[in-house]
């Protein structure tokens, strides 16, 4: 197997979103990123095909080239590669049987909740169940009761533990999403219940003042319940006076400073409130959030706890970073 790009050993076995569904068409290459690693997507029939940007032969770029059937073309000498990855047919020598060699690196994809996932684990072909199950749950996806609309990709300029960690923080919501999500008169953040176990993290009862919690136009306390999952995926239950707001937000580690957040927003009421509100809110508080993400130095995430100060409210954040410390995460950290 040729060498990728980071050793990360958690991230490199963790499942992470590089597409919609909807962006990957038959017949089409999809270019794409995943910890510094040049990939390609294509799909054919009921095959979904994630590989190392890279022809074994000469190295051209295979998102380059084009589809042929059940084949990807390469777009140098024209070999042609079936789904499995094995070239079947050499142009220039239209008699010879292709070499083993003529391999493209493959990895693990997988279709979920509308999204491409990929697994850069080395693992030769197919998909078993239990790798599947390591996608991370998102709980609304069968409840009817909830309507459901995906936001993003959104890109940031840095390491995706900060922007999981920005997602966890509302005692910025006064000052960076003021009017939005918070009101620069209540700044105060109230104690809340941190639980860290082997696999996951639950912050529970986090009390904000939101100006207009559930686009009633009437302000109250709302409460967070929070639950990381995995190192760049958490996932949050709004309780608001109208009913509950959820958020599965999943990020992309493209490269060390650059991530893609994805998120799937579901509620249990404003069924008429028309989708391009809801999501121009979310774009608009994420663009609030981008920058300062962004300008936070360093750009990866610190992992040793003296590096920074800590503040009660940071109670969540200590938590994670700890737990990534501990389960022995590399790529986009310090
Ligand atoms: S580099 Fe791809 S066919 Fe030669
Ligand atoms: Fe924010």
């Given amino acids: 197997m040729s060498k990728i790009v980071t050793t990360d050993p958690i991230l490199l076995n963790d499942w992470h979103v590089i597409a919609k569904s909807e962006d990957l068409q038959p017949a089409t290459i999809l270019p794409a990123r995943l910890l510094g690693e040049n990939l390609l997507l294509w799909r054919t029939g009921d095959h979904i095909m994630a590989w190392k940007d890279v022809c074994p032969h000469r190295g051209a770029r295979l998102s380059l080239g084009n589809i042929s059937g059940d084949t990807l073309i ?31 690196q493959t990895y693990q994809a997988y279709e979920l909740y509308d999204l491409i996932w990929v697994n850069l684990s080395a693992k030769a072909q197919g998909t078993t169940k239990a790798e599947k199950e390591n996608i991370p ?67 529970r009862n986090v009390r904000v003042w939101q100006p207009d919690p559930d686009g009633t136009g009437t302000g109250g306390e709302v409460i967070y319940n929070y639950r990381v999952v995995r190192p760049l995926t958490a996932y949050f239950v709004k309780q608001a006076p109208a009913g509950e707001l959820t958020i599965f937000f999943t990020v992309t580690p493209v490269d060390e400073e650059e991530c893609l957040g994805w998120m799937w927003i579901a509620m249990n009421y404003g069924h008429d409130i028309p989708e391009a509100e809801l999501r121009a809110f979310q774009d608009k508080v994420v663009q609030q959030d981008i920058p300062i993400v962004e300008s936070q130095h360093p750009k990866r995430l610190p992992l040793d706890l003296p590096a920074e100060f800590h503040l009660p409210c940071d109670r969540a954040s200590i938590a994670y970073r700890k737990w990534l410390k501990q389960m022995g995460v590399t790529f986009g950290t310090v």
Avoid: M
């Avoid at 390469?74 to 094995?86: E, V």
């Avoid at 940031?156 to 509302?170: C, Q």
């Fill in 137 to 203: 749950f998102f709980p609304e996806w069968n409840n009817p009761n909830f309507r459901k609309f995906l936001c993003g990709s959104y890109k940031y300029y840095s390491s995706g533990f900060r922007s999981i960690e920005n997602f966890l923080d509302v005692s910025h919501f006064p000052f960076v999403h003021d009017g939005l999500l918070g009101d620069h008169n209540r700044t105060a953040t109230a104690d809340y219940e941190v639980e860290v176990e082997e696999n996951s993290i639950s912050l």
């Fill in 74 to 104: 390469c777009p140098y000498h024209g070999l042609a590669y079936d789904i499995t990855g094995q070239c079947t047919y050499i142009p220039a020598h239209p008699d010879l049987q292709p070499p083993a060699r003529a391999h493209v």
